[in-house]
């Protein structure tokens, strides 16, 4: 059921930019349906990250970025920190399956 | 503080009946949308549908229509997810999630998270 995909894991030393994308379609993404993003530790229930493709919600430190383009999105975490170590998922909606639709899940590690 | 809190952990046999609930405070129950989110073990996020309150109006995924039901009781600020005959393949941790007031339903996320509640179905 995942129709956005991202890659399954990324990783960075602490202080490091990592980036995580999200590709989709022109049912989805590509159809202008704004791309959300969560975080999800280790044990705990998703967190919303970042809505409406950039915007953050109040206590998200601002080291995390969102941005969309085309049939893409991406998250930025700059300043990488050993608490940032996650699952991150990206979300949308898809226009041909008439549904929320998720990303496949990107792991983060910070070496 | 707006929280959504839910049932505790199941533990059923293949082909039994399982309700759980997700109660939700410190909001206007019956004026936001409230939904469910599966995650099955080690795997990703899939939307299973979503029910407003207020009207009992409820969307389902293709995936999930005709495989479970979602209700709400807005006299106890209380929704919920509902099988009728469980398979070992609905084993997974469950989480109940509230999306914003946006009247186009296709912009909207979700926010916040229940704790989740894990359902195991083994013989």
């Known amino acids: 059921q995942s129709v956005l995909t991202q890659p399954p894991s990324v990783s960075g030393a602490p202080g490091q930019r990592v980036t995580i994308s999200c590709t989709g379609s022109s049912s989805n993404i590509g159809a202008g349906y704004d791309v959300h993003w969560y975080q999800q530790l280790p044990g705990t229930a998703p967190k919303l990250l970042i809505y409406?493709?950039?915007n953050r919600p109040s206590g998200v430190p601002d080291r995390f970025s969102g941005s969309k383009s085309g049939t893409s999105a991406s998250l930025a975490i700059t300043g990488l920190q050993a608490e940032d170590e996650a699952d991150y998922y990206c979300q949308s909606y898809d226009s041909s399956l008439s549904l929320y639709v998720f990303g496949t899940g990107t792991k983060v590690t910070v070496l | 503080e707006v929280q959504l809190v839910q049932s505790g952990a199941e533990v059923k046999k293949p082909g039994e009946s399982l309700k759980i609930s997700c109660k939700g405070s410190?909001?206007?129950?019956?004026?936001?949308?409230i939904g469910w989110v599966r995650q099955m073990p080690g795997k990703g996020l899939e939307w299973m549908g979503i029910?407003?309150?207020?009207?009992?109006?409820?969307r389902y995924s293709p995936s999930f229509q005709g495989q479970v039901t979602i209700s709400a009781d807005k006299s106890i600020s209380t929704a919920y997810l509902q099988w009728s005959s469980l398979k070992a393949s609905d084993t997974a941790m469950y989480y109940c999630v509230r999306q914003p007031p946006m009247q186009q339903l296709v912009r909207r996320w979700f926010d916040p998270w229940g704790q989740g509640t894990l359902v195991t179905v083994s013989s």
């Open positions: 029910i407003y309150p207020g009207d009992s109006d409820t």
């Open positions: 409406g493709n950039s």
């Open positions: 410190g909001y206007s129950f019956t004026s936001y949308w």
